[in-house]
């Protein structure tokens, strides 16, 4: 008895730090077939592409370590559940005789060989094992590693240990099975609370989800078309409802960068020299510094207010958000402009200037700093601050718009001479 409780201790302390959520997707609207899916764990800040069709399989790995021992070498199972068999990697701090072994829920060990490993990855399959949970022990002469297993198959408990080449190349796509058919699961860590963007695709569309799963869920991405003037195709967020105040909305998550109005063929004025910006009272574009090659992509075009109230500078069936589209959305869905910035803002420091205060970028708004061109013809802030047009005057020289910046997670709100390039976001009608 005195062995059984200090197990079912442990497998209770596995259970509740262990994360064995299954995320499937689906695509709707404009299409139903998700091609790929990048995921972004902000909280991990790690990432992988699965392909639509795969299951995504979020789990910790635990490692149960002994006061006893000198080292902890991580232990990698999969797939886990075990329908058929699973695999066992591990890399043993050290070469020499190890012990592994399988014990049951009451601390019987059900399996047990005794194998020489190098210090490299060591892989083992493991397969007979009646439905149950069971603990994987693996015991060097100064190391000790364990994972728990749980084992969901029709197997009569022919226990299995089977030691497969030194180095053996195993590839997780083509081993892991999920339970209901052929579909192939990919693992990715996760920690209970850890913050996920899934960015899904189909053919040009794009969807941003952003999410914290609990349990198993089906991802299911809403196929926007969102296509400029100029054929840039951009991805979308759906914000979801932030109570009867805010209902649901679509934006754009990448920063406008058309040089061409929605018919297709009218081209917005590009201008360049300080004094005909600072002398513009029409519509007209630039790039930072006038520099496409460096800024285009990234950080998308400056707009004078112009060119936002011309009425065609969004993809057909999008319009630039108003002031109160922006209230809305940062005090009602995102909680207050005072924290909605680090909501908005992208992760890391790459376009962002340190320290980039409080970014999360939970909405998957994604907004970066493009920085602004000022109505007399000058260029500023470039990664440290971004502004973005509303479609709301203030009076005859200035209009409304939000910036966001480095080092505050605040979304700041101003009128601006009409005269000065914004960035610019559109929503959908």
């Known amino acids: 008895m005195k062995k059984v409780l200090p197990l079912i ?48 399989h979020l789990t910790f790995s635990t490692v149960i370590n002994s006061n006893e021992n000198k080292q902890f070498p991580e232990m990698k199972i999969y797939p886990n559940p075990m329908t058929d068999n699973s695999i066992v990697q591990i890399y043993p701090p050290e070469e020499g005789l190890a012990m592994i072994s399988v014990l049951d829920i009451s601390g019987k060990t059900v399996s047990q060989i005794q194998s ?20 994987i022990n693996v015991k060097g002469n100064t190391y000790q590693s364990s994972g728990k297993l749980l084992a969901n198959s029709k197997s009569f408990g022919t226990f299995s240990i089977e030691k497969l080449s030194n180095n053996q190349s195993v590839d997780e796509k083509t081993t892991e099975k999920d339970l209901k058919g052929a579909q192939v699961t990919v ?17 040009d569309y794009s969807t941003v989800v952003t ?11 809403n196929f926007v078309a969102c296509t400029d003037g100029d054929g840039n195709d951009y991805p979308v967020i759906e914000t979801g409802t932030g109570g009867r105040k805010c209902p649901p909305q679509t934006w754009m998550a990448a920063n406008l960068k058309t040089t061409k109005y ?51 500078l969004c993809p057909v069936g999008w319009r630039i958000a108003s002031d109160d589209d922006w ?17 908005l803002k992208e992760t890391g420091t790459v376009h962002w200037k340190s320290p980039n205060t409080g970014a999360t970028n939970k909405s998957g708004f994604t907004a970066r700093p493009g920085g602004f061109r000022n109505y007399d013809g000058s260029f500023s802030d470039i990664g440290s601050y971004g502004y973005w047009w509303s479609a709301t005057a203030n009076d005859a020289t200035t209009a409304w ?15 601006y001479n009409k005269k000065d390039g914004f960035s610019v976001r559109c929503m959908k009608d």
């Open 9 to 56: 201790a442990i497998f209770c302390a596995l259970n509740a730090n262990a994360q064995n959520y299954f995320i499937t997707f689906e695509g709707t609207g404009a299409s139903t077939n998700v091609s790929t899916v990048k995921v972004d764990n902000l909280t991990a800040n790690t990432s992988l592409t699965v392909n639509g069709s795969d299951i995504l």
């Open 116 to 135: 020489y490993l190098d210090n490299s990855l060591q892989v083992f399959r493991l397969s007979g094992f009646k439905s149950g949970f069971y603990l």
């Open 187 to 203: 693992e990715m860590g996760y920690t209970t609370g850890d913050m996920l963007v899934f960015t899904g695709t189909s053919g």
């Open 211 to 221: 999410d914290t799963p609990s349990s198993d869920k089906k991802i299911s991405f």
């Open 262 to 312: 929605n018919d297709g063929t009218t081209t917005i004025p590009q201008v360049t020299e300080k004094v005909a910006w600072s002398n513009l009272d029409t519509h007209g574009y630039c790039w930072y510094d006038n520099n496409e090659a460096a800024y285009k992509n990234i950080y998308g075009a400056l707009y004078n207010w112009y060119a936002v109230t011309t009425g065609k």
């Open 327 to 343: 209230y809305h959305f940062t005090d009602y869905f995102l909680g207050g402009a005072s924290i909605a910035g680090g909501k």
């Open 401 to 415: 718009a939000r910036f966001m910046y480095y080092d505050n997670d605040d979304v700041g709100k101003n009128s």
